[in-house]
């Protein structure tokens, strides 16, 4: 048996792959590993890349594109470590992360899931945490409260805007991008939901492990840089109605059919008010990307009643 089995799900980001596989071949010093590549069917030569460059890492290659919770399903089913890594190809682990994180896991048996400090690749804080979704969180942000007063506990408690991430505490939501796992307990809550293509699988699984009385935490000894949600990256619609269909999904599965409805009506006015009041800020800001953002919120609104 492994300490960790650390599970990459990969879709065409060769470079990025390489490198995060490098990081972990060279950061982890003091535990025992092992690593899965699942890769949905790349077309850049990821594959290749795996079975040239890094034969030690198990590869399992999809005939298509199966989506975040099915992949990371493969590889848990056939894991044989104490705890389970779930690392984002675009997450790149520093010296010792690993190790400090698996020996965090070792000190709290009442640990389900836990979760390092992840920055920008500039060094600034990336917020990987979060309450889980309720209809007031909703509100709030669908009205820009969440914006125009971000250290207030109550209207930033979505995305904890009112913490600086300098202590460890147990949390509700941690990213996926890394999320390690105590496989005890993935034999007691189960795997990821297969429903959730993308987006909100990890919430839903936090969700999960809560309910069955285990605790996730962040620890911010640990560090990893990821690459995800850099204010340069413009958001595309298809992502974007992905997002909020998954978000609708979670409240129909957890909270019952009428607040998913009410949920709806929510997201319709969030919709409504950047394609409305929020189009000055969208479309007077220079760049394609502000008005893309505008564009796919018009698209989101029009998607919501298939949701």
Excluded at 186 to 206: A, I, P, R, T
Excluded at 215 to 230: S, V
Aim: charged content about 20%.
């Amino acid at each position: 048996m492994y300490d960790v089995s650390i599970i990459i799900v990969n879709w065409n980001t060769r470079e990025l792959l390489a490198k995060c596989l490098r990081c972990v071949q060279e950061t982890i010093q003091q535990v025992s590993y092992e690593v899965f590549v699942v890769d949905n069917a790349s077309t850049d030569g990821s594959q290749e890349l795996v079975r040239q460059e890094f034969p030690a890492v198990r590869l399992i290659a999809n005939a298509e594109n199966v989506g975040f919770a099915r992949a990371n399903n493969q590889a848990m089913q056939v894991a044989q470590g104490r705890y389970i890594l779930l690392l984002n190809s675009d997450a790149f682990v520093k010296p010792g992360t690993v190790d400090t994180m698996v020996q965090f896991m070792d000190a709290h048996p009442e640990a389900g899931l836990s979760a390092c400090k992840l920055l920008y690749e500039d060094g600034r804080l990336q917020r990987s945490c979060a309450s889980f979704p309720t209809l007031a969180t909703e509100l709030y942000i669908a009205l820009g409260l969440d914006k125009l007063f971000p250290r207030s506990p109550i209207f930033g408690a979505y995305q904890m805007t009112d913490w600086d991430y300098g202590d460890t505490r147990e949390v509700d939501v941690i990213m996926g991008a890394f999320m390690l796992a105590r496989a005890e307990a993935v034999q007691q809550v189960g795997l990821l939901d297969e429903q959730f293509f993308m987006y909100s699988e990890e919430v839903d699984w936090c969700y999960r492990f809560q309910r069955a009385g285990w605790k996730t935490y962040f620890h911010p000894q640990a560090e990893a840089i990821h690459l995800w949600g850099g204010s340069s990256r413009a958001i595309k619609t298809e992502s974007l109605i992905r997002l909020y269909r998954a978000r609708v999904q979670f409240f129909r599965k957890h909270y019952g059919g009428f607040q998913a409805g009410l949920y709806k009506a929510l997201l319709g006015l969030n919709a409504v008010v950047r394609i409305g009041p929020g189009a000055v800020y969208y479309l007077t800001r220079a760049g394609a990307d502000s008005r893309q953002k505008h564009q796919a919120f018009c698209q989101l609104l029009k998607a919501i009643p298939s949701f």
